[in-house]
């Protein structure tokens, strides 16, 4: 059974970095996108950032230039590298991944969600 383990979430204070982890229990280049997604309550998930299997990456405006998204294709794994942290990236934060397949012949999208890692910035 295909499974996305997430790691590497805690209170971190303001100013301060955090590194979560992602490991797909597939091969990743089997996946066409890898997202990280981050929730607080009564909240929609939000998309923070996709890394595509070619390696193209791409972030949400509130990010940018201080989360950058990674992976280590030996390791299945896709990394969120979380600097500056600020008090608004608290959530439990969330890993995604697509990509297609067969049934009877007929293509669909499959996704998979992991099991969410809390992420707490404290001012």
């Known amino acids: 059974q295909v499974q996305l383990v997430e790691s590497g979430g805690g209170l971190v204070q303001a100013g301060k970095s955090l590194r979560l982890s992602c490991a797909a229990s597939m091969n990743i280049f089997r996946i066409n996108v890898m997202c990280w997604y981050r929730q607080t309550p009564g909240n929609q998930r939000e998309l923070v950032a996709t890394?595509?299997?070619?390696?193209?990456?791409n972030y949400a405006g509130s990010v940018q230039d201080r989360f950058t998204i990674s992976r280590d294709t030996a390791k299945n794994t896709v990394y969120l590298q979380m600097d500056s942290l600020k008090p608004e990236d608290t959530g439990v934060y969330y890993c995604?991944?697509?990509?297609?397949?067969?049934?009877?012949?007929?293509?669909?999208?499959?996704?998979?969600w992991g099991q969410g890692t809390q992420v707490t910035g404290s001012s």
């Open positions: 890394m595509t299997n070619i390696g193209s990456a």
């Open positions: 995604n991944a697509e990509w297609l397949s067969k049934r009877l012949g007929c293509p669909r999208v499959e996704s998979l």
